[in-house]
């Protein structure tokens, strides 16, 4: 259900993710992979998060970088010790929204939010809305205005903010362009009802 400002009530499920096991974890395809990207709705269950918890332990060894999605306000709240499980010393990136940050530091500001992720990654992305985003590169936070969009669904925005910015950066391109490249794709999908791009919308922004 969608409203007029563009918010949408969902009711989430996650079908065969929930009987998720170590079987499913392909882990020639992990230990041949750059990036190992985890959703934060994967530690909504203990079960679920020791087998995450195992595959990050060996992306790690063998060098394997890893972004984890803190997917939802409630879930980085209620399952904050299961995803802190999941960072132990650290991850690579995370991403997360304005509201998912205060929600998992227990801050009462964005800046603040920003300096606690520190803690538990080298790198972050977090996104606000037609505010655009604010990134940190490792050394310095970088504040990206967002695009102007007429929004009709935010459903997938974030999803589609954290793949172009993983495109951005496995291509070579640093923070700042990566999440300008985001933001683009992050307002094209919530000019639109439903979470996907066509074909066409990705050869369009990567030519942008």
Partial sequence: MITDDAERTMN??????????????????????????????LQTDDRR????????????????KIALSLS?????EIFSDNLR????????????NKDEALAFTQAECLKSAAEHLKAYA?????TDGAKGALVY????????????AKAVNTNGAGDMF????????TAGKDFKTA????????????????PRLEAKDFIQLKAS
């Fill in 137 to 148: 590169d490792g050394k310095e936070l970088i504040s990206v205005p967002a695009v102007k």
């Fill in 85 to 96: 499980t999941i960072i132990g010393g650290g991850v690579d990136l995370i991403f997360c």
């Fill in 49 to 64: 998060t020791i087998v995450v918890k195992t595959a990050v332990e060996k992306a790690k060894h063998h060098g394997i």
């Fill in 179 to 194: 999440a300008e490249l985001a933001n683009k794709a992050a307002a094209m999908v919530v000019e639109r009802f439903g």
């Fill in 122 to 126: 080298k790198t972050f992305a977090i």
């Fill in 12 to 41: 989430t499920y996650l079908g065969v993710s929930d009987e998720f096991s170590e079987k499913e974890i392909d882990h020639n395809a992990l230990i041949a992979s750059e990036w190992f990207y985890i959703e934060g709705y």
């Fill in 72 to 76: 939802d306000p409630f879930v980085a």
């Fill in 162 to 169: 954290a793949g172009a910015f993983l495109y951005g950066i």
